[in-house]
Each structure stands twice: as C-alpha cells, then as structure tokens.
C-alpha cells in the first residue's frame, strides 16, 4: 500500500496534522517503497530507524494538541551533499569515507559524520518533515548522468537502462518511482532542472540566495543552489517555502521576504508575457522534444500568456564559460580534502606529506572529478588566468545582460531542459563533452543566477530504439521570482493531458 505517499505534499501534511493518518505509517510506506525500488539506486543512505523515531515524535506531537509544521510527517529524502549530523555524507565520493584495510572504501555507510546539520535540514525538521534518507548523486555534484558516482548509478524509472539525469539523479528518482512525495536537490548547471525532467517530476533551482547554502559541501561556490523535486507543482512550492529565506550564517544568503509559493500556485496568467528564444531551438534538439515543449507553450498561449520571442545571442557560449567557471571554483573548494581533517586519509609507505595528499586524492577522487579539478587549477594558473578565467567572467557578464534585456520585454522565458530525452547509461562516459553538452539549455540561467524550474510536458513517443520517455518545459525568471515560475507552472499543469505522470508499473 503507498495510499498516503501517493499523496501530494499539502493534502499529506493536512491528513496527518488533521489526525486522518499518521506520520509512523507515511514514513514505514516510504521505508517499504525505498526497500521494493532499491534496484533503481536513488539512496545512499536509508535513515529508517531515525525516520520512524521523528514519525512517532510528530504524531505524538499531534496527538498532545500541538500545532504541526507545513510539511507534517511528510517523508522526504535528501541528497548526499547536505551535512546531517551524526549520518554518512559522502557527496558521491570515496574521499569522505574512513579507510578501510589501507584502501578507499567504497561503501556509503563508512562516510564521513558531520557534527552538525545543514540549514536546509533544519528547517526540514523545524517543518516536521520526516528525513528517509540520503540520495544518489555524481561525485560533488560533478556530473548530468549520476554514472560518476562512487557508489554505483542510479537509474531512470521509466528505462531502467537509462540515465535519471544528474547530478541529483538519485532525488529524481526517488519521487519520480513513488519513493518519497519530495525530495532535496542541488543545481550547479542544471543539477535539479535536467533530472527533474528526464525523470519527469519538477524540479526547482532558486535564484542565487534565496535558499541558504550553509552545510552544503560545495562544487562551485558562486553557482551552487539548492532546491525542491516533487511530483507537482504545489508540492514544490510548499517545500520551497519551508526552505527559503535569509540565514545569517550564508554570507551570500538574501534579506529579500519569502512570499506564499502555494498561493502563487493559483494565480490567473492572463497577460503574462512569455519569451521563447530561438537559441534553444536549433540543431541538435530532439524533434520530439522540440514538438512536446512547443505544445505546452502553444497551451500558455491558449491560457491567456502572451507568447513572443526573445534574443539570447551569448548562450552558445554557456558552455565553455561554465566549465572554466565551475572547475577553477571546484579546484579551490576541493583542495580542503587532503586526507588530514577528515574522511579519507591513506599514507604512502615513503610517508610525507605530499605523499599523504597524493595517496589519498588520487584513491579517494574519482575521473570526472580529477578532470574538473586539472582544468580549474590550470585556467588559473600564471599566464593562463586573464586568457580564460578572467575572459570567462566577462563573458558570464554579457549572459547575464542578455537575461536581463530580455526581461524587460518580457515576464519569463519559455525553453527545453534538454536537447534529448533520458540517454542510455554508458552512452556518454567516454565522451565528457557529449556529457556536458547535454546542459546547454540549462547552464546560462545558473550563470545569470536567475531562478528557474521544470515542469514535466508529453512524453517522446514511442519508438523502436526507446519507449516513450519524459521532456520537461524551462521555465526562467529574473531574481526572485520563483511565485511567477509556480503560477505559470501550475496553469500548465493543470490543462496538461498527461498530468499526472507515472512511470510505467516495473
């Protein structure tokens, strides 16, 4: 039975806190959907005992006549870059587990243990939300497939050959599957925006600041976001809320007051202007892709949105100016992890202390994460840093300027999340810039540092080389604006023909 986990997030919440169910049993369905799905490796780190002890504690919460939070009992699973305290966080990789028999151990369970929890756990808490687990992702956030975890793949629920997307592959999965009615994410390049849509769930990324980066272990620091996937769109918006807002312990965190996500969720579009910029539309997008997202915005339309087109003539240079960007911040957040403070530490025989660096960084890091970490440190290095790093934030500069042209025309932007649906795993790893390729579409908004999200549109059909597969619809918006993204999203989600989306049965 997984009646209650079936549920969105509010009408969950709202059985539990009105006494109609428990917190114990949503929590023991989700325990049980997590165990039947464990083939798909959405998680890392299963918290099952911890879960039904913060169950229990809500329903008796409940029961002593004690107001409970907006997600009340709601089962929810986090990914492994956020620290929660006293529980393995391994961020994919075999650096932040102990040693085990003087090699890298490459087991979840023997992973580093904050002594302290990240502010987006927290306020999960603080909500009453019920924490499952720790989900499946590419080492440090470093990858669009979850193929570079340390830990195995996690795999996409409607082609269980297929990627899930990444790098919050494992969240994707989890709610996409029926494991969890939500999830936490992070987006770097598109990290919830692309598995969201691949797996078909949605998937938010909050502009830079709105929600408080304190305990996540960071990839590229002026990029790195955290965010909701669930399967619709008020369940998103009511996670967002328990998660935004200032936190004086994030330096970059924004004072600006969080509205009423849910409410957004009903608000009348009608004369909403859209954007759709051909940029996103040209060769190497899938037809079926480019049919499905042309549908739902040709549905806005009918909706009242008033659909234009828009310029974004620095996008094509997304890609390259990300991957300087992102690895020269990846190869100094990186360097704390040196097999001295904590989780791995392997010690050379010849000993030293460069020994003790070497040994441990090349056992505990993975390929993708050496790549990313050789190519920051060399576009920073003398005589290489105004030639490419430099020149890469001016050119971050010029994205930005686009978005913000663009939007004084218009009120959002209306793309694809992805040029394909889910590819095959094992397709792209001996190509990495295939791989990165497939975040053309969304890399430019997290260098803008605008807020964006995706919403699940038709499927592919279904052909001889794959069975129908999920698409998703872009949505972006200037600074802070995640109320109109919802209220947008909400209009399409409830005249879509194929809401709600389900994988098919295994």
């Known amino acids: 039975m997984r009646d209650l986990i ?6 969950l919440a709202g059985r539990i806190a009105g006494g109609e169910a428990s917190a114990e049993e949503a929590a023991l369905q989700a325990l049980d959907a997590i165990e039947q799905g464990k083939h798909l490796g959405a998680f890392l780190t299963v918290m099952a005992d911890s879960a039904l002890a913060q169950a229990r504690a809500i329903d008796a919460k409940r029961r002593h006549g004690a107001r409970l939070g907006p997600l009340a009992g709601v089962p929810i699973a986090v990914k492994d870059l ?9 961020a994919g990789s075999k650096i932040l587990t102990r040693a085990d028999a003087g090699r890298a151990a490459a087991d979840p369970t023997r992973g580093w243990r904050p002594p302290y929890d990240a502010t987006v756990i927290e306020r999960l808490v603080a909500a009453d939300a019920v924490l499952v687990g720790k989900t499946n992702l590419d080492e440090f956030g470093m990858g669009s497939s979850n193929e570079n975890s340390a830990f195995g793949v996690a ?16 969240s994707a999965v989890a709610v996409a599957a029926g494991m969890t009615p939500a999830a936490i994410g992070t987006d770097t390049g598109g990290s919830v925006r692309q598995p969201a849509g691949l797996c078909g769930v949605v998937g938010i990324k909050p502009t830079y ?21 669930a399967r619709n769109v008020s369940s998103a918006a009511r996670v967002l809320g328990a998660i935004a807002g200032h936190d004086p312990r994030d330096a ?23 954007g759709v910029p051909e940029e996103y539309f040209g060769p190497g997008l899938d037809p079926d892709v480019a049919e499905s997202v042309r549908e739902a915005i040709a549905t806005l339309q009918r909706e009242g949105c008033v659909v234009r087109p828009v310029e974004l003539p620095h996008t094509r240079f997304g890609v390259a100016t990300y991957y300087i960007i992102a690895t020269a911040e990846a190869s100094s957040n990186l360097a704390r992890f040196d097999g001295v403070r904590f989780g791995l530490r392997l010690e050379p025989p010849g000993g030293g202390l460069d020994g003790l660096y070497g040994a441990t960084r090349d056992a505990g890091f993975g390929p993708e994460v050496k790549r990313r970490v050789l190519l920051g440190t060399y576009v920073l290095s003398a005589g290489y840093y105004d030639a490419y790093y430099r020149k890469a934030q001016q050119v971050r500069t010029l994205i930005r300027r686009d978005f913000d042209a663009a939007f004084a025309e218009v009120d959002l932007i209306a793309t694809p999340i992805a040029p394909t649906p889910a590819f095959r795993l094992g397709e792209r790893v001996a190509d990495p810039l295939s791989m990165y390729l497939g975040d053309v579409f969304t890399l430019p908004a997290s260098l803008a540092g605008i807020a ?5 549109t038709r499927p592919t059909r279904a052909r001889e080389d794959r069975p129908a597969l999920p698409t998703g619809l872009q949505l972006l918006g200037p600074p802070f604006s995640e109320d109109r993204l919802l209220a947008v999203a909400a209009t399409w989600e409830r005249v ?6 389900r994988p098919p049965s295994p």
């Not at 079936?6 to 009408?11: H, K, N, S």
């Not at 600041?209 to 996937?229: C, H, K, M, W, Y």
């Not at 964006?452 to 699940?456: A, N, T």
């Open 6 to 11: 079936d549920l969105g997030v509010a009408e």
């Open 82 to 90: 956020l620290c929660t305290r006293g529980f393995p966080t391994t």
């Open 155 to 170: 795999r996409n629920p409607w082609d269980p050959t297929r990627t899930p997307g990444g790098s919050s592959g494992g």
């Open 209 to 229: 600041g709105r929600v408080s980066r304190n305990g996540l272990i960071a990839f590229a620091s002026s990029l790195d976001q955290i965010g909701p996937l």
């Open 252 to 274: 970059t965190s924004a004072t600006i007051a969080v509205p009423d996500y849910e409410a957004a969720c009903t608000r009348d579009v009608r004369g909403l202007r859209l």
């Open 452 to 456: 964006g999200l995706s919403v699940p």
């Open 496 to 501: 879509s023909p194929t809401h709600p989306l």
